[in-house]
């Protein structure tokens, strides 16, 4: 198939080449045309937050009975309005107690800023805005657009506000649209940063700019093209705003690692004396066909998050199939186009300093590494497997939830406002639980009342307010503040003690039903549900990665094998996210907050490294299929299966480590988060893994590498990395 492929693309180069301009250029001015509408809710289907969301739809509650508590859960309320941003705005004294006099010029300037509807004075709202001293208040400001429109408008309250702040009087503002505008995605300047270094990889690697740069472009050309596709797609699944610079991470990384092996391979057929037809065959047919095979693990291993069923997680599976597919599409086609119009070019402007002049297969570096551990296999995997099974420790008192703006950086209005809120109402104001009550034909004010009254007799609630019912009396609400934040596991305790227990207890007979919700309630239903159908998912992703590599290496270890290793480098990256961003090791260091893990960065991490690991591995086993078949010497063709792969791997993997680390500069938790864990993993999987203890494995299983018992031998068809003709 590869080699029709490989016939075609070259008969039609020019013709390639101008359709994938095409496509680029189209899929741009559509994507210009149509827009994009990226949605953030955490609602899950037949949770209770759900639930709870859903019966408070239509609840038409007095907006002065309910203004701080809804301000105050804003940025993480799945249900205000998709076209208007709120945000809450805080005033502080630090001599006197606020005046109304002292905040009104402020009010004043604040309401003149475009977009801005409405501002509130905390004076209509009464006592409960202002902190028990008055030194701190609070309030609420809407806008007439939607949190993507609102970041230069909130930029411009921001300038507003900064006019009236002086030494004893400030005023600081809260909410995810106000983090925006404070610190705008830099996803763009991640790229170029990412794409900088990878140029930098790349011609250290190849020692020509022309080789050099050649992989740059392809990954150019696939991210404008899945950028594109995923705002248009977001029109009509629910993608949410992390979803394509997730795509610029996954297409950026493989797409230039799957340019680097093809192109690697075209340069040898190239230097070797063969035309430039018979080059892009013989690449595209070895190179070429494992990097096939790795595009489709990966890509299956993406599209197993489906079977998670959150539907933020499928929007975010979408955005990374998208980008793999059209990487892959591109390495497979537009790739070869270019190699066909280079020919020999390829190897143009090259570096004298830095030409390649390749190395023996028998005496490399790698070579000799892959000699030293065959001496001594047990020692090197045992040694290394404690390492690795000692960096996964952190990973088993992981906590995931929502990192809330206490842990935002020293020095923004966010971090402030925060500080200000909590020393004036409590930690857990900002996270308070919205409880819907559907009340019966039996049920009484006194059974509503009774219910407020036990669930604030509750050891973790600071307060309840009262319950409010709908014209109806048919549905009631109330907030509840617990005495700890969202991010403290005792939040947690108590929604399943008040679900559990509380609830049950105090409705028992009297017809009411209860539900809590709010964001920390969709929080705590999403982390849940994460836990409950992790394990299932982990072992689905393994079980159809063990029967692709069963077929592709005909061998019952190698399946077995990949997947512990695979296991152990995801679980290690897991346990470094936990190290950084939950205990702090190095948070400061590396600017990012502290505070629980975002719930579906372990199931996003683990199906997108498992997929890239697979990468590394059907490289390297191929090359040392390829050489055990032909001499039969499993610890010879081992040596030399390294010695001719690692260096790629090892330039690939400084790639992808390069592309990750860029996007610590996206200033949004999850993608830092994955950026930090898929980092760690690479660099352990590209060197301690492949290098040590994959090596040190295949010594000791020996020719069992290759065992499969005779029933599976007939019934398997046969698949080459590399044709025999």
Known sequence: MLNNLSDFVFKFKKTTVIVWI???SGLLALSGQIGSSYSDSLTLPDSESKVASTLLEGFQASAQKTS??????????????????????????TKVALSEAQIAPALQAIAAVDHVTAIQSPFKLGAKAFSTDGLIATSNVA?????QLATVPIQNILAVA??????SFSIEFLGNGVADAENPSSSTSSEVFGLGIAAIVLLLTFGSLVSALTPILIAIVALGCSTA?????????????????LGALMGLSVGIDYALFIVTRFRKEITNGNDVATSLRLAMRTSGRAVLFAGIIV?????????????????????????????LAAAMTLLPALLSLLGSRINRLALPRLRKTGSSGEFGWWSRMATTVSKRPWLWMLSVSLVMLTLCVPALSIQLGQANSGSDAKGTTTKAAYDLLTEAFGDGYLTPLTAAVTLSSKSTVVDLNNLTKKVAEDEGVAAVTQATMDVGGELATFTIYPTTSGEDDLTNQLIARLRSVTIPEATDGTGLKAYIGGGTASYYDLASTVRDRLALFIGAVVAVSMVFLLFLFRSIAIPIKSALMNLLSVGAAIGAVTAVFQWGWGAELLGVAVGPIEPFVPILM???LFGLSMDYEVFLVSKIQEDYLRTKDNRGSVRRGLQSSAGIITAAASIMVAVFLSFLLAD??????????????IILDATLVRSILVPALMQLLGDRNWWLPKFLAKRLPTIKLEDEN
């Open 162 to 167: 900064d006019k009236y702040s002086s030494s």
């Open 606 to 608: 683990f199906a997108i």
């Open 668 to 681: 949004m938790r999850i993608i830092q988060e994955l950026a930090t864990g898929l980092t760690v993993a």
């Open 22 to 24: 095409a496509l680029l």
């Open 229 to 245: 596709t995923i705002g248009l797609l977001s029109n009509y699944f629910e993608i949410s705003n992390n979803g394509p610079i």
């Open 299 to 327: 890509s299956f291993a993406v599209l197993g998050i489906f079977a998670v069923q959150i539907s933020v997680l499928d929007g975010l599976a979408i955005s990374a199939f998208v980008a793999v597919l059209i990487s």
């Open 68 to 93: 701080t508590s809804s301000s105050s859960s804003s940025s993480s309320s799945s249900s205000s309005s998709s076209s208007e941003t709120m945000i809450q705005v805080v005033f502080a004294s």
């Open 143 to 147: 806008l007439d657009v939607d949190r």
